[in-house]
């Protein structure tokens, strides 16, 4: 009789601990489960960390708290964009790359200023990915005065005051589908301050800036930069510090 009652406080223990076990791996599982339930977590947290400085602090602490959001969230708007069109694959003296060298400054600009970006894709992508092809599209594209279509919607210009414009040189000039940009936002381009930046591989900005002016000629053209592609691959250090030093010049 003592035996079963023993083996029954046995049994009896054993399930409580095991129920509990249970317990905890279901409570586990819950806080893992999807975004929802993290969000949730991550409010109740926060609240309990709120009342927290609520009771600790000031209510001077806790406007400042606030206006520190205000302002983050003020620095996310800019009137600054750049443009930009810019090509990966097989590049004159960079071999096959990821990250355009256009592509690069252009992020450079962005960071420094806070800028929005927009990058002009070619509707079918018919670019090809080798650099000899590549060559020879754009100069027929050229010699035809072609208009290559972009994909997507341009951001409404109405919200920008200034806009840089970058592209690789392409023949001694834009590529032919930044024309297309500049013809089909005229508009919208009329009354904003443009600035153009090239890359490039010795021709430095190859009149990129009259040639906005001529395109767009509602519009101020400031000073230009232009940035040697392969030093946008291989020596971002001095690209960024002349980026940072042409900014400077122009006050922005
Ligand atoms: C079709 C084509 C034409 C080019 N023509 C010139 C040129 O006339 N002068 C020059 O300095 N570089 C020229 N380049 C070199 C590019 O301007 C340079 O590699 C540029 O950094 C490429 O930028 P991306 O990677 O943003 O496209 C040419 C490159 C291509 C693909």
Redesign the pocket.
């Given at each position: 009789m003592g035996i079963r009652k023993s083996i029954s406080a046995l049994v009896l223990i054993s399930a409580i601990v095991l129920g509990c076990a249970g317990c905890s791996a279901k409570e586990t599982k819950q806080s893992n489960s999807p975004t929802k339930s993290t969000e949730n977590s991550t409010t109740e947290l926060k609240r309990e960390s709120e009342s927290v400085t609520v009771s600790d602090s000031t209510s001077a602490d806790v406007s400042e708290s606030e206006s520190d959001t205000v302002a983050s969230e003020e620095k996310k708007t800019s009137d600054i964009l750049v443009v930009y069109f810019?090509?990966t694959g097989e590049?004159?003296n960079v071999g096959v790359?990821d990250k355009?060298?256009?592509?690069i400054v252009a992020e450079f600009i962005a960071d420094r200023t806070g800028a929005d970006l927009w990058e002009v894709l070619p509707v079918d992508d018919h670019y090809p990915m080798t650099?000899s092809e590549?060559?020879d599209v754009?100069k027929k594209e050229q010699k035809d005065d072609a208009r290559p279509q972009y994909k997507g919607e341009v951001p409404d210009l109405s919200s920008y005051s200034t806009i840089f414009i970058g592209a690789?040189?392409?023949?001694?000039d834009w590529p032919m589908i930044m024309y297309t940009f500049f013809e089909n936002n005229l508009d919208g381009l009329a009354g904003k301050t443009l600035i153009p930046f090239s890359?490039?591989?010795?021709?430095g900005l190859?009149g990129f800036d009259k040639k906005l002016s001529k395109a767009c000629p509602d519009a101020t053209v400031k000073d230009g930069l232009a940035i040697k592609?392969q030093d946008?691959q291989n020596s971002q250090d001095s690209v960024k510090e002349k980026v940072e030093e042409w900014l400077s010049e122009l006050g922005i």
């Open positions: 810019s090509r590049q004159y790359i355009g060298n256009t592509a650099y590549l060559t754009a690789p040189v392409w023949w001694g890359t490039h591989e010795g021709s190859s592609g946008a």
